[in-house]
Structures are given as C-alpha cells and as structure tokens.
C-alpha cells in the first residue's frame, strides 16, 4: 500500500504547482451555435494566465461594431477579474451582446488578446443564423413608379445656403477677427513685459481639480465617458508634472510602461494600471462603470496626489 500513499502525495504537490507551468489561454465562447436571424446572444471572450503578483496587463482587443463582417455588436460589459485557485491562477472576461441579420454559415475569426509583450488567440468560432420563413400565401405588391417634381432656382439657391451656410458663417468670423486684430495692432501701444509669477505646484493644480468633481459628484452623472476623461486628464498631468511621464500625449500602455521605472509604490501603481485601463474602456469601448466605483476611481486619486506631493522648499528669508 506503500506505493498509493507516493502515488497521492505526488498527486497533491503536482496540483500545487501545475497552474504555474499552464500557457495562457484565449476563449471565446458562445451561448447557442445557432440563431434566429435578428436573434439576441451572449459572447464571452476570456483569458485564463498565472499571475500571483498581479503585475501583468492584459490588452484588449478594440471593436467598433462587429465581431465579423456580419456579426454585430449590441452591447458590451467592463472587464471582470476572477481568481481560478490559491496559487495565482485569474481569469479576465468581457462579455457582448451579438446578433446578425445575414442567414447562413458564420465564422468568428481568432480575436487576439495581449498578456505583456505577447499575444494569445482564440480558436475560431461558427454560428448558424436560420432565415425567417416568409408567408407565400399574400400576393406581392407593385412598387410605385418614380415621378419628378419642379425644382425651381430659388428652391436650388435655398437649399444649397442651407447646406453651407456654416461654411460661409466661418469665413465670415475669420474675415472680421482678421480686421480686428489689425485693428488692434495699430491702435494698441507695445506694452512692457509681464512680471514673473512663479509656476503653481502640480498637486495643487491636480488636488483642485479633483475636489471640484467630487464637488459636483461627477461619478453619478449619466456621463461616464465625460467624468472619466477629466479624471484620468487630471492624473495623466499630474504624472507628466510631478514625476517627469509623458502622459497626457502618451497611450496608457506606454504609460504604464514608464511607470515601472517610476518612484511610486506598487499599491499606487496597481491603482494606477486600474484607472486608466477601466477608463479606456468606457472611453473607447462604450463600457459601463457603476457610481460606487467612479467614487473610490476619485478618492483613491486624490490620497495618490497626497502622498506623491512635492513639499516646496522655503528659503530662511520667509
């Protein structure tokens, strides 16, 4: 019985580690192969790796408004996070509401999804949309012929100022600034050189900012898209004028890049990573957030300005 005792135990440390050596993996996965055209189905495209210091980023791939070229996107969830065991292993996902008005026979190619500097595919995926049955019984109806109607030149002159009417407003208000401004460069005396006014902290400028949304309680606003590009504006410039980070022209995937390199803690940067990858989403993807989460996004925002901030060194003389 000595050798099934060694058999259970070699079992048991070789499950403790075997998350660790599994390669990530791409799913998609569909609720039903075949559909009614113009049927409604849900779509889950997720990604199972090891990452127990939670470090890595995942990129999603970006969608306009298909899966494919007949495959429709209605809607779409934020990324969710899931823990698979004790020992590292996750699972992120997205899920999408889909449908398809084209009957037939329907691949979904592989979509790749980004874990670091590699990529990771799904296997492709088929769905059968059926044809709607169309009633023989009714006779068909004759389509009514073209006829033409008067257009008039004045009808013509009409139309065509109210096509570019905003073209000729523009030239117009270019017109008059341009004789306004040389106006005002004949009549206006050369005037002296502006005193020096010292530049204001970053966490000043990035703290003002921050307490005005919360102010106006920006994250229940039905605006998500508004409230999370002023948000991560705010932070982005902070980053650029507190630590030296291209972020305001930077793609968030450089940003966080520069960030390893940067003199923040990994509890700021895992905040950080969240932020501006969640915001990315409902920016880009037409993802939802609910208000509780824009309200710790907020507040979590402003304790990282607190702790990063630069003191101002005062000379003995003040």
């Known amino acids: 019985m000595k050798w099934l005792s060694y058999i259970s135990l070699f079992l048991i440390g070789s499950s403790t580690f075997a998350f660790q050596d599994v390669v990530p993996q791409a799913r998609l996965s569909l609720d039903y192969e075949k559909i009614r055209i113009g049927e409604q189905i849900k779509a889950t495209l997720e990604l199972t790796y090891y990452d127990p210091q939670h470090k890595k980023l995942v990129g999603w791939p970006r969608f306009d408004e298909t899966l494919s070229k007949h495959i429709e996107i209605i809607d779409r969830t934020v990324d969710f996070e899931g823990q698979l065991d004790t020992t590292g292993g996750l699972i992120r996902s997205q899920e999408f509401q889909i449908t398809c008005f084209e009957p037939g026979f329907h691949i979904i190619p592989a979509i790749g999804i980004e874990l670091d500097d590699s990529t990771y595919y799904t296997t492709p995926v088929s769905l059968m949309v059926e044809a709607v049955e169309i009633d023989t019984s009714k006779s068909i109806v004759d389509i009514k012929e073209n006829y033409t109607v008067d257009y008039t030149i004045g009808e013509r002159v009409e139309d065509w100022f109210r096509s570019y009417w905003k073209w000729l407003a523009w030239l117009a208000v270019i017109i008059a600034a341009y004789f306004i401004y040389r106006l005002w460069k004949n009549r206006t005396p050369k005037e002296e050189a502006a005193p020096y006014i010292p530049p204001i902290p970053a966490h000043i400028t990035a703290l003002k900012s921050l307490k005005q949304l919360e102010k106006e309680q ?32 930077h793609t968030t995937r450089e940003i966080l890049i520069e960030l390893k390199y940067a003199d923040i803690s990994e509890e700021d940067k895992m905040h950080l990573r969240k932020l501006l990858s969640q915001a990315d989403m409902i920016k880009f993807a037409k993802m939802k957030a609910d208000a509780d989460h824009g309200k710790d996004s907020l507040y979590k925002s402003i304790e990282f300005v607190e702790k990063t901030k630069k003191e101002e060194e005062h000379s003995d003389d003040e």
């Open 218 to 249: 920006a994250w229940a606003s039905l605006e998500q898209k508004q409230y999370y590009s002023d948000l991560t504006y705010t932070v982005r410039l902070y980053l650029e004028q507190r630590f030296g980070i291209k972020a305001v022209e």
